[in-house]
């Protein structure tokens, strides 16, 4: 066969060749943006010559600070192409993250939409290797900003030529692009996407039983381009030449309906906090939503009720899946094999809720303390460990904490604790600081929440563990309440919704209401802010 390397640059001309009339769509400063896939490659060419210009050679790392976009796009294929590093910048992170991530990283140029100036305006003198700005946007006139020197991009790329060649004389192992964990302790740590890895990604993602993308489809990924390339679905999407939607700065549920509505949108994919934004509103408002078939959740379980809810609501199951930075990041999608589709409703719900099954091309083993497989009986715990092409070896430039995430045998460890039942479904039941260990019996907060959460006036809900002197750890429940119930719902109530649903030693000693659920900079729920609120710890 032929030593024919796997590299980005062809899901750019093949989509160049194949769909240059299919359409990307931009909700931008001034209006939406529309062009195709035609007019999409001459500006990533453009790009190319532009980062030339600007001297950022092979291996240079490039950082973007940017919303979900059409130029986000085209940096996502000029920069890793050309032979740089994308270095895709979480614009939620604590100021001293964003300036550890960027020196850590040694981006060379920063590329910036307009209105994230200010945070770089702040630490500006604390970067020690960034030799430029270009500041993204649709206006004519740049805005006013301290930092320099600072170009404007649009008008870098109406100067720059039309015509470049990607080169074919790559290694297939060359990093082409890294993102930094969102850390809940210490600095974030950097993984790096090789040319392969994001290949290979892709290419498990458009599987039927994966995520099954293709031409037909309008995708419009609501989670963060920031975050882990926005779990893979613009290389996906744009290889399979299907039309793109970008949501553009700051959506909130009424954009986001807005959008699925007008751009007929198919599949679109998001944390479980999104999915519960927009639930309240099609509940209050008419959207017609008809053309949706998928609505991909991942970053953790959704309750039963909001399955339920878009399922009568929309017509259609939404699929769960797992992944994480430090995996590419697909992992498992969940999809009913064919002889469970014509189980009862809460039968299959049962699987639904569950993460899924591995996609094709990892290998994955849960695994107890010793080391040995747990039983696939989906109640005994275990450590969710992977390998594959799409999983990462290393952190960049971290050998120390590397050791701790790699096993001799050559296994990651996510640091998950899963079940797994006699059909291959994994169910992620906590992070392994977030279960409640309680008289010698683990309780999986994940599942706790959960059952909370379907309660009819409860908004959201984060369970944590509280210091017991005779038990260890007790679950204590932090819950939110919908606005228009906060006033009917008292500790017990929680308690006796619970009372059935639950074993009975994983009832919650305690129920305190808050006005919010802290949250991460991807939009999880944050439970170490509650646990340091309540516990010290």
């Known amino acids: 066969m ?43 060419c453009r790009l190319a010559n532009v980062l030339q210009k600007l001297g950022v050679g092979k291996g240079d790392r490039v950082g973007t600070l940017a919303w979900n976009n059409h130029r986000h796009l085209e940096l996502y294929f000029a920069i890793p192409c050309s032979g740089a590093v994308l270095n895709t910048l979480n614009l939620r992170l604590f100021t001293e993250q964003l300036i550890y991530v960027i020196n ?48 404007s991009y649009e008008q870098l790329l109406a100067e720059a030529g039309t015509e470049y ?29 090789t040319h392969r890895a994001l290949v290979l990604h892709s290419l498990s993602e458009c599987m039927p039983d994966a995520l099954g993308l293709s031409e037909s489809d309008v995708i419009m990924p609501v989670v963060p381009m920031f975050h882990v390339n926005a779990w893979g679905l613009p290389f996906s999407a744009t290889w399979v030449g299907a039309t793109q939607v970008f949501v553009g700065s700051r959506p909130d549920p009424k954009v986001l309906c807005d959008l699925m509505q007008n751009e007929k949108v198919t599949i679109t994919a998001g944390v479980p906090t999104i999915w519960m934004g927009v639930y309240a509103l099609i509940s209050k408002q008419n959207y ?14 959704l309750p039963e ?27 498992l ?44 009986d989906g109640k005994t715990m275990g450590e969710l460990v992977l390998r594959g092409p799409w999983i990462t070896s290393e952190y960049y430039k971290d050998p120390e904490r590397s050791k701790e995430v790699i096993t001799p045998d050559g296994w990651f460890k996510t640091n998950d604790i899963v079940t797994i039942d006699e059909e291959g479904y994994v169910q992620v039941a906590d992070r392994t600081k977030d279960l409640i260990k309680s008289g010698g019996e683990w309780i999986s907060s994940v599942d706790l929440e959960n059952a909370i959460m379907s309660h009819p006036a409860v908004a959201e809900a984060a369970v944590i563990a ?13 819950v939110v309440l919908k606005p228009d119930r906060t006033e009917n719902v ?24 808050i006005d919010e659920v802290p949250k991460t900079s991807v939009g999880k729920f944050d439970k170490k802010v509650l646990r340091q609120q309540y516990t010290g710890r």
């Open 2 to 44: 032929m030593q024919h390397p796997l590299l980005l640059h062809t899901m750019l001309e093949r989509a160049r060749n194949v769909f240059p009339k299919k359409e990307i769509i931009s909700r931008d400063y001034s209006g939406m943006f529309r062009y195709n896939y035609g007019e999409f490659y001459v500006r990533v």
């Open 333 to 376: 999608s969940c999809q009913l094999k064919a002889y469970m589709k014509d189980w009862p409703q809460d039968k299959k719900n049962k699987i639904l809720l569950k993460q899924g099954t591995i996609v094709p091309g990892l290998e994955m083993r849960v695994i107890d303390d010793m080391g040995n497989d747990v039983p696939r």
């Open 466 to 478: 509280i210091p017991h002197d005779k038990w260890d750890e007790r679950p204590m429940a932090c």
């Open 165 to 193: 060649i990607f080169s074919r004389d790559v290694d297939e192992e060359t990093v082409a692009a890294m993102c930094y964990t969102t850390a809940t302790t210490g600095n974030p740590k950097g993984v790096m996407y």
């Open 104 to 151: 850590h990283a040694e981006d060379k140029v920063i590329f910036v939409d307009e209105d994230l100036i200010p945070l770089l305006e702040g630490i500006k003198e604390q970067l020690t290797t960034v030799k430029s700005y270009v500041i993204m946007t649709d206006k004519k006139e740049l805005p006013q900003t301290s930092l320099s020197p600072v170009y």
């Open 305 to 331: 009720a909001l399955l339920n809810g878009y399922r009568e609501k929309l017509g259609l199951d939404i699929t769960h899946a797992y992944g994480m930075t430090e995996t590419t990041p697909l992992v």
């Open 490 to 513: 008292s500790e017990q109530d929680i308690l006796d919704f619970l009372d059935g649903k639950i074993v009975k030693w994983w009832m919650p000693d305690r129920v305190v209401f």
């Open 288 to 301: 017609d939503l008809s053309s949706l078939r998928k609505i991909i959740n991942g970053g953790s379980a």
